[in-house]
């Protein structure tokens, strides 16, 4: 059974930094692709970035140049970093690999 955890989210000032990560457990994110998307209150969960099996990553126009996603293979975990934060990224953001979610980690940034 595949089961990703999410952990990393909290209170954040604009212009601040954090990093989230998914960690797997029943799936070995080395051979997979994994996507991180975010849901704000009232609008649809959006795709954020993803890795492929092969290293390639891809970004939505939203977040291109201050979020990165990488992949550590020995914890079998996906990071997302986040810098240069607005409140536009304020989300509950969530981790996906083969139609699997977890279950979110909140995301606030407010002054």
């Known amino acids: 059974q595949v089961q990703l955890v999410e952990s990393g989210g909290g209170l954040v000032q604009p212009g601040g930094s954090l990093r989230l990560s998914c960690a797997a457990s029943g799936i070995r994110f080395s051979t997979s692709s994994v996507g991180w998307y975010r849901q704000a209150p009232g609008k649809q969960r959006e795709w954020v970035a993803g890795i492929g099996s092969s290293g390639q990553v891809n970004y939505a126009d939203s977040v291109k140049g201050r979020f990165a996603i990488s992949r550590d293979n020995a914890e079998n975990t996906v990071y997302l970093q986040m810098n240069s934060l607005n409140s536009e990224d304020t989300a509950v953001y969530y981790c996906?690999?083969?139609?699997?979610w977890g279950q979110g980690t909140q995301v606030t940034v407010s002054s």
């Open positions: 996906n690999t083969g139609g699997v």
